[in-house]
């Protein structure tokens, strides 16, 4: 059992890994946990953590339980996946677990794609895989090829989820800029192309979504999409978007943890307990309850402090006068 504490009683209280909260505060939060409840029969996130304001940047999760070294904070399964443009493994299309040539797999019969499951296979259909099939459609085809040739899965991952959720709530509850602006100047240009560079960038995401809308509209539905959701979406992604495994995945609550050079959380992947792209957020110290859980978004990565500010101000748009507040 793990012990967690009622934020409005503040009363302690024992459960199986209670729902975390995050998405539970208003009701198209609520909708959102609730339909991937319906449609997988699990939550997309179990544990001890609720998303409020940060002093830090815009929202962060505090924990709504005291932990120690190695506790479980939270584990969450990605809303989205998708293998890496570059990718030289055969692997699920869907969770991306690696297949093997002893595998038993499904595969789409119009784009050949594969599936380590059944259950992969339904899930992917159901949600977005109708709307993007390359083997049905030149256009989702034409919209595929020109995310490869950019060597660009955000845009492949944007489009799922696109496909199969209401985006503007998540885009609604989190920071997030239009792509172009989470992007560092290269080195090998000067600071007066920083707009040539921008625009540049700008016209690529607009070919991208012209490219992609007339697979996501349909006469049925009454969704409607347009270019700023997109390019927020691609922009939300390239800065929360984890690696894992060959590829990309989105996780909501993960991506709510701000960052600190001190970190009191670290993110492990594991298989073992739910399969799939399951990452669990674990303890790296003591926290209080009510203490925002924070993680180093750069890891062992063994990069300098120059290059941890550069990047830190240009993808995330966080000063290292702000990180005083937790340092």
């Not at 059992?1 to 409005?8: F, K, L, R, V």
């Not at 909260?21 to 699990?42: T, V, Y």
């Not at 380590?116 to 259909?125: L, M, N, R, V």
């Not at 989105?250 to 399969?275: E, K, L, Q, T």
Request: aromatic share 10%; net charge negative.
């Amino acid at each position: 059992h793990i012990t967690t504490h009622d934020d409005e009683t503040n009363n302690v209280m024992d459960d199986d890994l209670c729902f975390a909260s995050a998405w539970l505060d208003g009701p198209e939060n609520q909708a959102w946990n609730e339909d991937w409840i319906k449609d997988n029969g699990r939550p997309l996130a179990v544990g001890g953590a609720r998303l409020k304001k940060s002093r830090l940047s815009g929202n962060g999760l505090f924990a709504t339980r005291d932990c120690t070294n190695g506790d479980l904070c939270f584990a969450e399964r990605p809303a989205g996946c998708v293998p890496g443009c570059e990718s030289t493994l055969l692997c699920c299309d869907h969770c991306i677990a690696n297949l093997t040539t002893a595998t038993k797999y499904r595969k789409c019969a119009y784009c050949g794609v594969a599936y380590c499951s059944q259950t992969c296979y339904s899930d992917a259909h159901r949600l977005y895989h109708k709307k993007l099939c390359s083997g049905r459609s030149k256009t989702v085809k034409a919209f595929i090829e020109h995310a490869h040739e950019a060597s660009n899965e955000f845009f492949l991952l944007a489009a799922r989820l696109l496909a199969a959720y209401p985006i503007r709530p998540l885009l609604n509850t989190f920071k997030n800029a239009c792509y172009w602006s989470t992007l560092c100047l290269p080195e090998y240009l000067e600071p007066e192309d920083d707009s040539i560079f921008r625009a540049a960038v700008k016209n690529h995401i607009q070919t991208s979504f012209n490219l992609l809308l007339p697979c996501l509209e349909d006469k049925s539905s009454l969704r409607t999409y347009d270019f700023d959701e997109y390019s927020r979406l691609c922009g939300m992604l390239r800065q929360n978007a984890a690696s894992f495994r060959d590829g990309i995945a989105f996780y909501p609550f993960h991506s709510a943890i701000n960052h600190s050079d001190h970190p009191n959380v670290r993110v492990v992947y594991d298989d073992s307990r739910w399969p799939g792209a399951h990452i669990i957020v674990l303890a790296s110290t003591h926290i209080e309850f009510g203490a925002e859980l924070l993680v180093d978004y750069f890891g062992h990565d063994g990069i300098s402090q120059l290059e941890r500010t550069v990047s830190l101000q240009g993808q995330y748009g966080i000063s290292p006068s702000s990180l005083l507040l937790f340092d």
